[in-house]
Structure formats: structure tokens, C-alpha cells
């Protein structure tokens, strides 16, 4: 199965900035989805990105917020912007790996002061 | 909209006595996939789910789906401190992009 590098493991970060994370994958994979782990809850698909085209995000996430770059097969960024406490949580990359499995990265818990 | 529910939400355990999650589903779903968790972690894999009356089973821990019900459980036996953690279940429906609709989680916590 996949092995994905995700970075940075965890941040602290001032409200107002952006925080980018980095998702790299050892293989080529076709999708690689966003996750949030508030704390203490389950995880929501922030939203799914293919290389080449625009990522599709779920209801209550929006571009502005959570950029995302997908631009080759293995490797993704999210940027979190324009933070606030409330976006304090961890965040976890995904790929869907052959065995209909599928991989997750590390995360990267931000908290944001 | 595939909607997953599992329960119980929290579940203290005795080590020793066999215990029971459940994982309800909304809609017709392709795969059923059940996740461990320990605090500060990342998500690891336990069992994928991919057809009526599956059962997998892994040390003390059993698996299994009824696409009928849209009920997966998983199972517990003998609990020991090991097993403590939050336990997720996820399911796929490929059609709608394949991507995983999480339950809200069971933390498990085992007492000697």
C-alpha cells in the first residue's frame, strides 16, 4: 500500500495567518482527499483532489478557506487561511490504495492562539 | 447523502468480557471499512467490508456486514488494555466519488 509524508506534524499558529500543508505520496495516485479532525469528533472530508483539474469540496468548505494544490500525481497541499481558533484540529490527507484500501497520512494538529 | 452512525459513542470495557460495536448506514454502500485511532494518531487500518455477510477476524477482533440491515459490527472478545482507543467505521459508496463518510466513533476504554 501507499506511504504518504505528511508535514509539517504539528503547528501553532497566529489567528489572521495561513498554515500549508504538505502531502506526499510514494506512488501515483489518481485521488487524494482533506480531512478535519476537530477535537473529540470524527473526521469530515473537507474535500477531494485530482491532478489537473480544480479540487471539489463538500458543503461548508469553501476554496477561499482551504486552497488546495494538486499538481502532479503524488504530492498535495492544503492551505488553511485566514485562521481562527475555532480552525484549531487535525487535519489528515487520504489516498485510496489498491485492496480497496486506503491510506492516511500522519495529520498536522494546528492550533491556532 | 450517505449518513454513517455507529454506538455507542463511548464504551468502558472489563478485561475479559466480550463487547459489541455497531455501525448503521443510510445507503446502499460498496465498502465497509473499520479504523483504529489511538490519541494523537493517525488512522489505522483494521478491516475492509466488501460484500453481504463478510467476516474477518484479527486477534480479538471480528468484523462483520450485513448489506440487507446496512449494519456492520465489530466485536470485541476477551478485551485486554491494548484494545483501548476510538474505533471509527467508514463507508464507500463508489458512485458518489468514492470517497469515505466516517461514523461519529467509538472510544473504547478498558479497565483492568
Known amino acids: 500500500s501507499a506511504v504518504i509524508s505528511q508535514k509539517p506534524s504539528r503547528d501553532i499558529c497566529q489567528r489572521g495567518t495561513s498554515l500549508t500543508i504538505q502531502c506526499q505520496v510514494d506512488?501515483?495516485?489518481?485521488?487524494m482527499f482533506w480531512y478535519r479532525q476537530q477535537p473529540g469528533q470524527s473526521l469530515t472530508l473537507i474535500a477531494t483532489?485530482?491532478?489537473?483539474?480544480?479540487?471539489?469540496?463538500e458543503s461548508g468548505f469553501v476554496i477561499d478557506k482551504f486552497p488546495i494544490s494538486r499538481p502532479n500525481l503524488t504530492f498535495s497541499t492544503l492551505t488553511v487561511s485566514n485562521m481562527s481558533p475555532e480552525d484549531s484540529s487535525i487535519y489528515l490527507c487520504?489516498?485510496?490504495?489498491?485492496?480497496?484500501?486506503?491510506?492516511f497520512g500522519s495529520g498536522t494538529r494546528l492550533t491556532v492562539v | 447523502e450517505l449518513k454513517v452512525e455507529q454506538n455507542p459513542l463511548f464504551l468502558s470495557m472489563q478485561e475479559g468480557k466480550n463487547y459489541t460495536i455497531y455501525c448503521n448506514y443510510s445507503?446502499?454502500?460498496?465498502?465497509l471499512y473499520w479504523y483504529r485511532q489511538d490519541p494523537g494518531k493517525s488512522l489505522e487500518s483494521l478491516f475492509v467490508?466488501?460484500?453481504?455477510?463478510a467476516v474477518k477476524q484479527e486477534g480479538r477482533l471480528m468484523a462483520s456486514l450485513d448489506t440487507k440491515a446496512r449494519l456492520s459490527t465489530l466485536h470485541i472478545t476477551a478485551a485486554v488494555h491494548d484494545l483501548s482507543a476510538t474505533y471509527f467505521c467508514?463507508?464507500?459508496?463508489?458512485?458518489?466519488?468514492?470517497?469515505?463518510?466516517f461514523g461519529g466513533g467509538t472510544r473504547v476504554l478498558v479497565k483492568p
Open positions: 487520504s489516498v485510496a490504495t489498491g485492496q480497496e484500501g486506503y491510506t
Open positions: 506512488s501515483q495516485v489518481t485521488m
Open positions: 445507503t446502499t454502500s460498496d465498502r
Open positions: 467508514a463507508a464507500v459508496v463508489k458512485a458518489a466519488g468514492n470517497k469515505l463518510t
Open positions: 483532489a485530482n491532478q489537473g483539474s480544480e479540487a471539489t469540496y
Open positions: 467490508l466488501l460484500s453481504n455477510g
